[in-house]
Structure formats: C-alpha cells, structure tokens
C-alpha cells in the first residue's frame, strides 16, 4: 500500500521559504536544499507530525511547550536526535494560518535548552564561580572543572551558557576566555562556530596584543 502523502498549509509555504532563505545566508547552503530536508523530516516522521489538526493561529506557551507525545518523539533515537529536534521546531510552529519562522523556531529551541539543556550545564558555572573568587588561574580552575565535571565538552557549553546568562565583571569575563582558550589549545577540543566562544577568544587576543 502507498503511502498518502499529507501536505501542510498552503499558508505556511511562503513564510517557511522565507526562513531558509535566511537560514541559506547564515550557512552558505542553498535555500531549496534547506527546504527540501524540512519537507523530506515532515514526510519521514509524517505519524509525529501530522498526528494532530493544525491550530488555527499560532501559540506561544504551546510552542515552547514540550508534551509527552514531543518527548517520547525526541528521544526515540538518539541517533537522529538533530533531525527529530528539528521536525518538533517545525510541527511547534506551524499554523493554518501560516508559520512563525525563524523567531517561533528560535523560542521553541530556547525553550527546550531552558527545560533540558541548562540543567546539565548550570554545575559548570556553580564550580567556575565558587573558584573565581579566589583565583585568577585559568589552569587552577579548569582543573577544578575537569576534577568535578570532568567532561570537557560539558564543561565548553556550560562556560557558553554561563556567559549568556550571568553578568560577569571583568576580571572573571576574561578568566573564562584564558579556559575556553586551554580547552581548545591543550585539551583538545576541535575549533567551534560557537560565537560566544569565538567572541571570548578574540577579547583574549585583543588584550594580550
């Protein structure tokens, strides 16, 4: 038996369009061949995303919102977490009336680092400020890191996440770039396209030039 391909709202077309378009110049990837992956997602886990009428507006709280119909769907495979994760940010957006776009899609992902992600990275802070206040050597406290968190790739997002959502004076602002710079240089964590990261880095050059 073929399966009968279901489409979504005429509506919503052209505001997706729209988001791969931007999508296109911040990644260098053609427009269509963003688009055509997020219509292949819907077509692939259709039995997730077509399990529902659509809402006639869009919602923000159920936007960023996650049910146990969305949970069980994200962590169904690990594997092809990135792709499921996407195929939620789409479904969570979409309306009759057409799709929110990169904002709706942006809110759902905040929100789903909020309720899943922070939780896991908020140690790292915890360690990084308890320690802070009394050093200023960025080996000493990341050592202090590895010995308490111990994964290095955690402890690279937590520092991201922490400057994103505490206020650090300077002397503290700077002691997290040296660590983001040892994790790179001598803990062997590849080069990121994270930008707070990449904007950390640069101050760390700028003040030692």
């Avoid at 992956?37 to 919602?59: A, H, I, Q, T, V």
């Avoid at 010995?147 to 955690?154: H, S």
Wanted: with cysteine.
């Amino acid at each position: 038996m073929v399966k009968k391909k279901r489409k979504i709202p005429r509506s919503a077309l052209e505001p997706l369009m729209e988001m791969c378009k931007w999508m296109s110049r911040e990644s260098g990837k053609p427009a269509a061949e963003i688009f055509k992956r997020y219509l292949g997602l819907m077509d692939k886990y259709d039995y997730y995303f077509f399990s529902e009428p659509w809402p006639k507006e869009y919602n923000y709280e159920k936007a960023t919102t996650f049910t146990e119909e969305d949970r069980g769907f994200l962590f169904e495979n690990e594997e092809e977490f990135g792709d499921r994760f996407d195929t939620v940010c789409l479904k969570k957006n979409m309306y009759l009336e057409g799709f929110m776009g990169y904002f709706g899609v942006y809110w759902t992902e905040q929100a789903f680092h909020k309720e899943f992600i922070r939780p896991k990275l908020k140690p790292v802070s915890e360690v990084f400020l308890k320690y802070a206040e009394n050093s200023d050597d960025a080996r000493e406290i990341l050592n202090k890191l590895k010995d308490e968190i111990q994964d290095v790739n955690l402890i690279h997002g937590g520092l991201i996440d922490m400057l994103e959502t505490e206020y650090l004076d300077h002397p503290r602002d700077l002691l997290s770039a040296k660590i983001l710079e040892l994790v790179h240089t001598e803990e062997g964590l590849q080069s990121c396209d994270e930008y707070r990261c990449k904007l950390q880095r640069e101050k760390l050059q700028k003040s030692t030039s």
